[in-house]
């Protein structure tokens, strides 16, 4: 089983529809889990992280995390079409652990 | 957030010849650092972990001997490609670990692109 699993796509949608991403984890110790944006050719940028159950809100994103059911999730509303781009979940038991996920393919239609 | 920088960008070089990059983190200090690799639309691979002061932790299947890296400083890391070929092209990426206010997050530098000819 892997330790982070994403859908990998590609998931379209329209121009200023919500798009939702999602991620399941293995260990139930994981403490802190992020989302990473990553366009064609460009490294990682870190988008949002989460440690406690809930929302966390940033602007046009939302990561919603569920320790209970082991799932983290991420909210683009009003997509726009440079949102268009990979997606990575990760996760991070304790220390250097750190744990990726394939990563969505997401892209927004004009 | 955290700023790492990578240097070189690009680079572009025989097969045989030793390629050593450099990964700084800029604001702040960081006693771990990664070291990744992906290829043209493939996930990222952990290669190693480079603790400050101490031998870097290779994942299986990476050679060290091939794959030198430095951590001497709690602001640099360095991968040396040594005796490239050209299935090492490749587009390596680091990141360094900040431990300032929770939780523990990764911040990657820019990347390097390695094309051996």
């Known amino acids: 089983q892997k330790e982070v699993e994403q859908n990998s796509g590609p998931l379209s949608v329209p121009e200023g529809a919500i798009a939702s991403l999602n991620c399941t984890y293995s260990?139930?110790?994981?403490?802190?889990f992020f989302w990473y944006r990553q366009y064609s050719g460009k490294s990682p940028e870190l988008i949002m992280s989460?440690?406690?159950?809930g929302d966390k809100e940033d602007g046009r994103f939302t990561a919603q995390l569920n320790k209970a059911s082991q799932y983290v999730s991420l909210l683009i509303r009003d997509s726009q079409p440079s949102d268009s781009a990979t997606y990575l979940c990760?996760?991070?038991?304790?220390?250097?652990?750190?744990?990726f996920g394939t990563g969505t393919s997401l892209t927004v239609i004009p | 957030g955290a700023v790492v920088s990578q240097h070189p960008s690009r680079v572009i070089c025989k097969s045989g010849t030793s390629v050593k990059i450099e990964c700084r983190s800029l604001?702040?200090?960081?006693?771990?650092m990664f070291w990744y690799r992906q290829f043209p639309k493939q996930s990222l691979m952990l290669m190693a972990t480079?603790?400050?002061?101490?031998?870097?932790?290779?994942e299986q299947g990476v050679e060290k001997d091939k794959f030198l890296i430095n951590h001497a400083s709690l602001t640099l890391s360095t991968l040396t490609v040594t005796s490239a070929h050209p299935e090492d092209s490749s587009f390596y990426i680091c990141?360094?670990?900040?431990?300032?206010?929770?939780?523990?997050?990764?911040?990657f530098g820019p990347g390097t692109r390695l094309t051996v000819l």
């Open positions: 480079s603790n400050e002061g101490s031998k870097a932790t290779y």
């Open positions: 990760a996760v991070n038991r304790s220390g250097n652990q750190f744990y």
């Open positions: 604001d702040f200090q960081a006693t771990t």
């Open positions: 989460i440690y406690s159950n």
């Open positions: 990141s360094a670990r900040d431990q300032r206010p929770p939780p523990d997050t990764q911040y």
């Open positions: 260990d139930r110790g994981s403490q802190s």
